[in-house]
């Protein structure tokens, strides 16, 4: 609590939200938890206080506890007073009279936020008649005008859609729809656009910060991404252990850190560069230098791994869905390359491809210079041995009944069998020392440790047979920045050291450019584009590749506001050109 | 969705509080108060049926019929039946028939059923769609008419009721274990085995099957509810062991006739009998699946 | 997948399964003692008339040549003659099959509507005295064999309180079963009972598990009132899942009619089946078994319909 700075104009009066002092504790199987302590808070009408933090700062807490939605083995102590009723200790039905049409929520996954087996419609409309006395043709009638408001297209028909008719996106505007119903008063988003791709992030950004606008609503954004609060938020708020630990100004916070988690959490985002952008600044070069300059010189002799023209289908007839269509790259010892896209474009496919866990329709796959088809089952197990692989999930990526030991030792038990135990162990600590675990950690349960543990584990594991080809699939999308950083550093120094080639899948677009040399941005199943990183990622030659990197939301506000400017008159001048 | 876990917020599992699985389990199960209920109820009965008898020697071989369907008294606590037996000490000893042919039949059953729907699960495609099928016939022809056919054809000894009961239930678990299989093979950690060369085997024996294990037991626990169930219809439906030997269920569809005489001596105690039995083992399935977290029958 | 071609695939489905069951009834006829020539000629029949029927009838043919005449039979339906009714067995099962499924589908409505209700009312109040209190009933319930349970009741109720008949109502029709309701009150509550102990589980979870789904935190934070959220939403999500395992529970339900009906001397299938076996009267067993199958099928198939016509998202080929 060392830093709060707080603007003088701090009065009760004015504030849609006021929090003070608040504290939540839980109450659960290894005893009270507490989650949140001594926040206190404001939002004025009309303007943006971002509530950012890692995983475990508490912050969706206090987003839950201003709505009075905690869950069931939650305490509340302070004041959370939303428009003059204090949340904490308001009964259910004082808290319905209020929810929906003084406050309102959007949540952070739109696949589970509605109910599956109602019109998206009625949902609307039952929230409109929750609070107002109109007729249930009145309600739906209205229910269409909010789904045009929030910018679907048909909103007659979609009213009539279940969610699961509509994507992802369309599912965030109708969450949406519902929240602005009543005109509220108050708007808390809870990671309203992590769930979502980075176009569509960028739309619902937009559509939240135009309902704002219009309507002079206040905005409580809980988010991790540093990249939305530059683009959304007037003022930030820094929470770290359940405590806040900065406030101020989004300008101040973002560029002039007072605190040293904020400094450090700030420093540890990967920050995309961008070429021009109005002429503002290129994102702080860091200390060890962008990726472009990465270990590993130019691509020479036989690639670890190479697709050529490899398509995947799935199923058939007509529900045949074409995962890859005539995708090409390689990947050479030495060299990371990245693969990125938004979900459903076929990287992971491509990633499982690679790895041989999916025979291609169409194509060949040379693994270490032999063709994965024409390769007996014996001989392909033993090419095998020199690949290793990192997947996303923290938790379903290790077999929870082994021991961190036994997973890790696990790819000598099957290319090194003849290995006496003691030889293994010795292999074991070597790997752990050299993902920066301590050597203790092998006795322990992969459940013991935390997300980040859990990964240098899966690393490892994949590295302790000295692989020559690296797959990493999302190895760090789960993490934490701070913990992120951590792991791609491990990587990265490795693979200076054993000099292997490295698939690296992800969505994060700034992530692959410091990371990877050479890039292949995958859509739809194709590769739209790919080259050297330095090149592709700063002058794309595709527009599917700049409106990607165009969404993507920088963590400087000054530079962002430029960016978005930019894309929106993209946007625009391309709609007109559409419509000509 | 991707990145979930990134934001799950206030109650993320800090490595200091996560307690060992087991223990966690245990804890888990000792708070359903049922559950442990059920346990006592099983230990009970075992240590009443098999030490029992021990200290509470009775005849159960010869017919006395100076001494036929006595009401309860000081000499025979629970009366005797219609041939003069004690009927507290056939109740252990019918016990004892029941408790070893319905574990022997519900453990036999979880065992064919974990094959099968292990085997179908991992191999998936359309060995899977076949084995299934057959999976779905045998649930098809309900399982008393199936007994019912085979006690017109034959009067099978201990062992092969154990065998005839054992092959018409394992289908329920088959299913179970098949769901699981099928969830465990995309999990990452197969997958990452099978990427780096592991074999079918080791994904079957070092992962699959291990991490089935509390789902397995907690089928089992049901299936042996349900075995001992059958048993007693197996009785009812004349398949049952056969006299002087008995078990709770052909105690009570004997005893169904002199219920009507008002001797409720002989039906009550094994009825209750049943009762608490299958209830226990339900009970414990119940605490079992909410101690390992596994999700599957209601 | 548009609901034509779905039908199609569905019932080719259970056609395979249902050709699966008469291969295991062609099995067991084939594994009685003397094998289907004594199925057919009666338990009198000497060594030499079985010699000369299986000669005459192809039945020292390989057995899959047989098992394909054995098919035809059925297709036509034949399923023989019974030893001791001397009546054809396609028309005693006709005759009875009808009383059966009335008693089943009675028990299964009843079940239902008591199970359904209860269950919700035990997910909202979780862990309390009324949870617990209807959990261990219906664990007692699931526990006891349908005969004992059927004889307490006719003790109680019929003897002791002589409030209900203990026979179940007779006579050759569903109407002439339906004229007696009185008769069928004891007969339908000893085979709803075990329904209502698994169906209230069923229930109970999926309405626990429905009521953590996030939807119903959106909307509580629409303003949406408890009970409104209760009955609007989490009821028929929850009531989904439920409505499918109604598919797997009919054999339960056909199995228990059998007990049922020969405690409560009811006239459907199941006495028939019971007393078939009693007399070992082949023919009769083996063509009860095969239409019980094909009734079995056939509820799994409704429930898998009705299920598709609840949710949309099975109709789009979702889940």
């Given at each position: 609590m060392?830093?709060?700075?707080?603007?003088?104009?701090?009065?009760?009066?004015?504030?849609?939200?006021?929090?003070?002092?608040?504290?939540?504790?839980?109450?659960?199987?290894?005893?009270?938890?507490?989650?949140?302590?001594?926040?206190?808070?404001?939002?004025?009408?009309?303007?943006?206080?971002?509530?950012?933090?890692?995983?475990?700062?508490?912050?969706?807490?206090?987003?839950?506890?201003?709505?009075?939605?905690?869950?069931?083995?939650?305490?509340?102590?302070?004041?959370?007073?939303?428009?003059?009723?204090?949340?904490?200790?308001?009964?259910?039905?004082?808290?319905?009279?209020?929810?929906?049409?003084?406050?309102?929520?959007?949540?952070?996954?739109?696949?589970?936020?509605?109910?599956?087996?109602?019109?998206?419609?009625?949902?609307?409309?039952?929230?409109?008649?929750?609070?107002?006395?109109?007729?249930?043709?009145?309600?739906?009638?209205?229910?269409?005008?909010?789904?045009?408001?929030?910018?679907?297209?048909?909103?007659?028909?979609?009213?009539?859609?279940?969610?699961?008719?509509?994507?992802?996106?369309?599912?965030?505007?109708?969450?949406?729809?519902?929240?602005?119903?009543?005109?509220?008063?108050?708007?808390?988003?809870?990671?309203?656009?992590?769930?979502?791709?980075?176009?569509?992030?960028?739309?619902?950004?937009?559509?939240?910060?135009?309902?704002?606008?219009?309507?002079?609503?206040?905005?409580?954004?809980?988010?991790?991404?540093?990249?939305?609060?530059?683009?959304?938020?007037?003022?930030?708020?820094?929470?770290?252990?359940?405590?806040?630990?900065?406030?101020?100004?989004?300008?101040?916070?973002?560029?002039?850190?007072?605190?040293?988690?904020?400094?450090?959490?700030?420093?540890?985002?990967?920050?995309?560069?961008?070429?021009?952008?109005?002429?503002?600044?290129?994102?702080?070069?860091?200390?060890?230098?962008?990726?472009?300059?990465?270990?590993?010189?130019?691509?020479?002799?036989?690639?670890?791994?190479?697709?050529?023209?490899?398509?995947?289908?799935?199923?058939?007839?007509?529900?045949?869905?074409?995962?890859?269509?005539?995708?090409?790259?390689?990947?050479?010892?030495?060299?990371?390359?990245?693969?990125?896209?938004?979900?459903?474009?076929?990287?992971?496919?491509?990633?499982?491809?690679?790895?041989?866990?999916?025979?291609?329709?169409?194509?060949?796959?040379?693994?270490?210079?032999?063709?994965?088809?024409?390769?007996?089952?014996?001989?392909?197990?033993?090419?095998?041995?020199?690949?290793?692989?990192?997947?996303?999930?923290?938790?379903?990526?290790?077999?929870?009944?082994?021991?961190?030991?036994?997973?890790?030792a696990e790819p000598l038990r099957i290319h090194r069998g003849r290995l006496s135990g003691r030889e293994r162990e010795s292999l074991v600590a070597a790997v752990l020392d050299r993902v920066r675990l301590p050597r203790e950690v092998a006795r322990r349960t992969p459940r013991e440790l935390s997300g980040g543990q859990r990964q240098r584990v899966s690393l490892a594991r994949a590295l302790v047979l000295e692989p020559r080809l690296l797959v990493a699939d999302e190895p760090t999308?789960?993490?934490?920045?701070?913990?992120?950083?951590?792991?791609?550093?491990?990587?990265?120094?490795?693979?200076?050291?054993?000099g292997f080639a490295c698939l690296f899948v992800s969505h994060d677009l700034a992530v692959v450019q410091q990371f990877a040399r050479r890039v292949v941005v995958m859509r739809a199943g194709r590769a739209e584009e790919q080259g050297l990183t330095s090149a592709t990622l700063l002058h794309p030659e595709t527009d599917y590749t700049r409106r990607l990197l165009a969404a993507v939301p920088v963590p400087d506000p000054v530079v962002q506001r430029g960016r978005r400017a930019e894309r929106l008159a993209t946007l625009a001048a391309g709609r007109t050109e559409e419509q000509g | 969705m991707s990145s979930s876990l990134a934001s799950v917020d206030g109650l993320a599992a800090k490595p200091a509080q996560a307690a060992s699985g087991t223990r966690l389990a245990v804890r888990r199960f000792l708070r359903n108060r049922l559950a442990v209920v059920g346990l006592g109820v099983v230990v009970f009965f075992v240590l009443f049926c098999f030490v029992g008898p021990l200290i509470y020697s009775t005849d159960q071989t010869h017919t006395l019929l100076q001494q036929v369907n006595q009401s309860p008294s000081g000499a025979h606590w629970l009366g005797t039946d219609a041939v003069g037996h004690d009927e507290l000490g056939r109740l252990m000893y019918g016990g004892k028939v029941s408790l070893i042919v319905g574990l022997s039949a519900g453990v036999l059953a979880t065992v064919i059923g974990t094959l099968w729907g292990a085997a179908a699960g991992y191999a998936g495609g359309w060995v899977d769609a076949v084995m299934m099928r057959v999976v779905d016939a045998g649930?098809?022809?309900?399982?008393?008419?199936?007994?019912?056919?085979?006690?017109?054809?034959?009067?099978?000894?201990?062992?092969?009721?154990?065998?005839?009961?054992?092959?018409?239930?394992?289908?329920?678990?088959?299913?179970?274990?098949?769901?699981?299989?099928?969830?465990?093979?995309?999990?990452?950690?197969?997958?990452?085995?099978?990427?780096?060369?592991?074999?079918h085997a080791r994904a079957i024996i070092r992962h699959i099957l291990p991490n089935s294990v509390s789902t397995i037991i907690v089928a089992a626990?049901?299936?042996?509810?349900?075995?001992?169930?059958?048993?007693?219809?197996?009785?009812?439906?004349g398949l049952g062991v056969q006299p002087p030997s008995t078990d709770w269920g052909g105690m009570l569809s004997t005893g169904m006739t002199a219920a009507y005489s008002g001797y409720w001596w002989l039906i009550v105690p094994p009825g209750l009998a049943i009762i608490l039995v299958v209830w226990a083992f339900n009970a414990i399935g119940d605490g079992l699946r909410d101690a390992f977290d596994v999700r599957g029958r209601a | 997948m548009s609901t034509y071609s779905f039908l199609i695939r569905r019932v080719?489905?259970?056609?395979?399964?249902?050709?699966?069951?008469?291969?295991?009834?062609?099995?067991?006829?084939?594994?009685?003692p003397g094998g289907p020539a004594r199925g057919i000629l009666g338990p009198q029949a000497t060594a030499s008339q079985i010699t000369a029927f299986n000669h005459e009838q192809g039945l020292d043919k390989p057995l899959p040549v047989q098992y394909v005449y054995?098919?035809?039979?059925?297709?036509?339906?034949?399923?023989?003659?019974?030893?001791?009714?001397?009546?054809?067995?396609?028309?005693?099962?006709?005759?009875?099959?009808?009383?059966?499924?009335?008693?089943?589908?009675?028990?299964?409505?009843?079940?239902?509507?008591?199970?359904?209700?209860?269950?919700?009312?035990?997910?909202?109040?979780?862990?309390?005295?009324?949870?617990?209190?209807?959990?261990?009933?219906?664990?007692?319930a699931y526990s006891t064999p349908v005969y004992f349970l059927g004889l307490i009741l006719v003790l109680v109720f019929s003897q002791v309180l002589p409030w209900f008949p203990a026979q179940?109502?007779?006579?050759?029709s569903v109407l002439a079963v339906l004229s007696q309701p009185q008769g069928l009150v004891l007969p339908v509550v000893a085979g709803a009972a075990t329904m209502v102990a698994v169906f209230s589980r069923y229930m109970r979870s999926a309405t626990l598990?429905?009521?953590?789904?996030?939807?119903?935190?959106?909307?509580?934070?629409?303003?949406?009132?408890?009970?409104?959220?209760?009955?609007?939403?989490?009821?028929?999500?929850?009531?989904?899942?439920?409505?499918?395992?109604?598919?797997?529970?009919?054999?339960?339900?056909?199995?228990?009619?059998?007990?049922?009906?020969?405690?409560?001397?009811?006239?459907?299938?199941?006495?028939?089946?019971?007393?078939?076996?009693?007399?070992?009267?082949?023919?009769?067993?083996?063509?009860?078994?095969?239409?019980?199958?094909?009734?079995?099928?056939?509820?799994?198939?409704?429930?898998?319909?009705?299920?598709r016509v609840i949710d949309p998202r099975v109709k789009a080929g979702r889940s």
């Open positions: 060392s830093a709060v700075r707080r603007p003088a104009a701090d009065t009760l009066g004015g504030h849609i939200l006021d929090l003070d002092d608040l504290g939540v504790v839980f109450t659960t199987e290894t005893g009270p938890v507490q989650a949140v302590r001594g926040v206190s808070l404001h939002v004025a009408p009309g303007e943006t206080l971002a509530l950012v933090g890692e995983s475990g700062s508490g912050k969706s807490t206090v987003a839950l506890a201003a709505m009075g939605l905690l869950s069931g083995n939650a305490r509340a102590t302070g004041r959370a007073v939303v428009d003059g009723t204090d949340i904490v200790g308001a009964d259910e039905e004082r808290l319905s009279g209020l929810r929906g049409s003084t406050v309102s929520m959007v949540f952070q996954e739109p696949a589970t936020a509605l109910d599956p087996l109602t019109r998206v419609g009625k949902q609307i409309a039952e929230v409109i008649r929750n609070h107002r006395r109109v007729s249930a043709a009145d309600a739906a009638e209205r229910a269409v005008e909010l789904l045009r408001r929030v910018g679907i297209p048909e909103p007659e028909q979609r009213a009539r859609a279940y969610p699961f008719q509509l994507s992802g996106g369309q599912r965030q505007r109708v969450v949406i729809a519902m929240a602005i119903a009543n005109e509220p008063a108050l708007l808390i988003a809870d990671e309203p656009t992590t769930a979502l791709d980075v176009t569509v992030q960028a739309e619902i950004l937009d559509l939240l910060r135009r309902l704002a606008e219009e309507t002079g609503t206040g905005v409580l954004l809980v988010t991790h991404n540093m990249g939305v609060v530059a683009d959304f938020a007037d003022r930030v708020a820094v929470m770290y252990q359940g405590a806040i630990v900065e406030t101020g100004p989004v300008e101040d916070v973002l560029l002039r850190p007072s605190h040293d988690y904020t400094k450090r959490l700030l420093s540890a985002v990967p920050r995309l560069s961008v070429a021009e952008a109005g002429g503002t600044a290129r994102a702080d070069e860091r200390a060890d230098g962008p990726g472009a300059d990465a270990p590993g010189a130019a691509p020479a002799g036989q690639p670890a791994v190479e697709l050529t023209d490899v398509s995947v289908v799935f199923g058939r007839g007509k529900q045949a869905v074409h995962a890859l269509k005539g995708v090409s790259f390689a990947v050479h010892p030495g060299e990371t390359l990245g693969l990125v896209g938004e979900s459903g474009s076929g990287k992971s496919t491509a990633s499982r491809v690679a790895l041989g866990l999916i025979a291609p329709t169409a194509g060949s796959v040379t693994l270490f210079g032999a063709d994965l088809a024409r390769t007996r089952a014996r001989a392909r197990r033993a090419l095998r041995a020199g690949i290793g692989v990192v997947l996303q999930d923290p938790v379903a990526s290790l077999d929870a009944r082994m021991t961190v030991g036994e997973c890790v999308s789960a993490l934490d920045v701070s913990v992120q950083e951590a792991v791609l550093e491990v990587i990265r120094e490795l693979q200076e050291e054993l | 649930i098809a022809i309900p399982a008393l008419f199936i007994l019912l056919v085979v006690s017109a054809i034959t009067t099978p000894d201990l062992t092969g009721l154990v065998l005839i009961l054992g092959l018409i239930s394992w289908l329920v678990p088959s299913r179970l274990v098949r769901a699981e299989t099928l969830t465990l093979k995309n999990r990452d950690f197969v997958l990452t085995l099978r990427a780096i060369g592991g074999t626990t049901f299936q042996v509810a349900d075995a001992i169930l059958l048993v007693a219809y197996v009785s009812y439906l | 080719l489905q259970a056609l395979a399964v249902v050709l699966l069951v008469t291969v295991v009834v062609f099995c067991l006829l084939h594994a009685l054995y098919l035809n039979q059925l297709i036509h339906g034949d399923l023989g003659m019974s030893y001791t009714l001397n009546e054809p067995v396609s028309q005693l099962i006709t005759e009875r099959l009808p009383k059966t499924l009335l008693l089943t589908v009675l028990s299964a409505v009843v079940g239902l509507l008591v199970a359904v209700p209860l269950g919700v009312w035990q997910a909202v109040r979780r862990n309390k005295p009324v949870d617990y209190v209807i959990t261990t009933l219906s664990f007692i179940a109502p007779q006579g050759n598990e429905n009521l953590t789904e996030d939807y119903v935190r959106t909307a509580r934070a629409g303003g949406s009132r408890p009970r409104a959220i209760l009955t609007r939403h989490v009821f028929r999500n929850s009531l989904t899942p439920v409505v499918a395992m109604l598919g797997y529970y009919v054999p339960v339900l056909f199995g228990g009619a059998l007990v049922v009906e020969q405690l409560f001397n009811y006239p459907g299938m199941g006495l028939l089946f019971w007393t078939a076996a009693q007399s070992s009267d082949y023919p009769v067993l083996l063509g009860c078994v095969l239409v019980i199958s094909i009734a079995t099928v056939t509820g799994t198939l409704l429930a898998d319909v009705l299920q």
